[in-house]
């Protein structure tokens, strides 16, 4: 696939084909925004991109998420990147001389994430953002919150939309995927973020969908849809039907999960209805100790929170991904056999 971006100069102009999601505005007073809508709530593999002329000090501030939790949020003026946490916030200087403009790439990889800056002159430099997650979707914006930016570009894509096969979880996504990444399995995009809920990972997989199409998706939702003692949880349940649907659609393979068990939730129901079902699932409640109400999981798995996995727990669950889906592998080394 080739995409061509094209400026215009005399108006506002935006796209979005396939990976790409672009904006283009010929100027952007101090204190105005420029928004890109339909973002998922994609986690890793994925690319913000933007440049500006400027005749002026400048500073402006881009985000995907300033949410707790699944913030990727950060500041750029003429000498600081300022990268906002969840207690605060981080100066990086970036010694660039970047006052007559500046091309900006913020990078998603697996479990890491980077920050390029070039100047005019051709000179560039490259920051690691220790705490940029930026998984929350919906919008990405940047705002001018001093100066004015001229000739403004604006982009969201990546490969993510490419891989084979596409997960939906929730804050165990903060955990598990690292020791696959370890381990080479990173042919995978990764849709979570601490707290969602079914209904809001359907939406997120909705807006996915306008990118691209995966061969295989992992539904790892329901720990923030609990059961009752007497009854399934029926958000869960109807969303799952969606899901089932869309996929019989589209031709996509369907791989279910079952919920862990944990002291203050239930998911007996929801895990039947996973076993009694016809799709392919993985059992992360049997291999974790965890298919009984209450359930503390085996010894050393579970956190003192009383819903996350340790370390340890974690691993399991990664393995038990990877086992059931081999495709996860990456092999750069593959490519050069092509």
């Known amino acids: 696939m080739v995409i061509i971006c094209i400026h215009i100069s005399l108006f506002a102009y935006s796209q979005s084909y396939g990976c790409l999601n672009y904006k283009y505005i010929p100027v952007l007073q101090e204190g105005d925004s420029i928004t890109i809508d339909n973002i998922p709530d994609i986690k890793n593999w994925y690319n913000i991109g933007c440049s500006f002329t400027t005749n002026s000090t400048f500073l402006i501030r881009i985000f995907k998420s300033q949410f707790y939790w699944s913030k990727g949020d950060l500041e750029i003026d003429n000498k600081n990147i300022k990268e906002y946490k969840r207690d605060g916030y981080d100066i990086i200087p970036h010694g660039l001389d970047i006052k007559n403009g500046v091309v900006i790439n913020i990078i998603k990889e697996a479990n890491n994430a980077r920050i390029i800056l070039t100047n005019l002159h051709g000179n560039q430099v490259s920051h690691k953002l220790n705490n940029w997650n930026g998984s929350r979707g919906g919008i990405i914006r940047l705002k001018a919150i001093q100066g004015t930016c001229k000739n403004l570009s604006f982009s969201f894509g990546g490969s993510w939309y490419n891989k084979q096969t596409w997960i939906f979880g929730d804050s165990y996504a903060n955990l598990w995927p690292i020791h696959c990444y370890k381990k080479g399995y990173t042919n995978f995009a990764l849709d979570a973020y601490p707290g969602r809920n079914s209904p809001e990972a359907y939406k997120s997989l909705i807006t996915a969908l306008k990118y691209g199409k995966p061969q295989n998706i992992v539904w790892m939702m329901g720990m923030n849809d609990k059961d009752t003692k007497e009854c399934i949880n029926n958000k869960w349940k109807e ?92 092999d750069p080394k593959y490519l050069l056999t092509r």
Request: proline content about 5%; glycine content about 4%; charged content about 20%.
């Open 239 to 330: 969303t799952l039907e969606k899901v089932i649907e869309l996929c019989k659609n589209n031709n996509i393979r369907l791989i279910l999960c079952t919920i862990p068990n944990v002291p203050e939730r239930i998911h007996i129901h929801k895990n039947n209805y996973i076993r009694n079902s016809k799709f392919s699932f993985i059992d992360l409640a049997s291999i974790l100790g965890a298919n009984d109400i209450k359930s503390s999981w085996h010894p050393g798995l579970l956190s003192k929170d009383k819903v996350h996995p340790t370390e340890a727990g974690a691993v399991i669950i990664a393995s038990m991904l990877t086992a059931s889906i081999p495709d996860m592998y990456f």
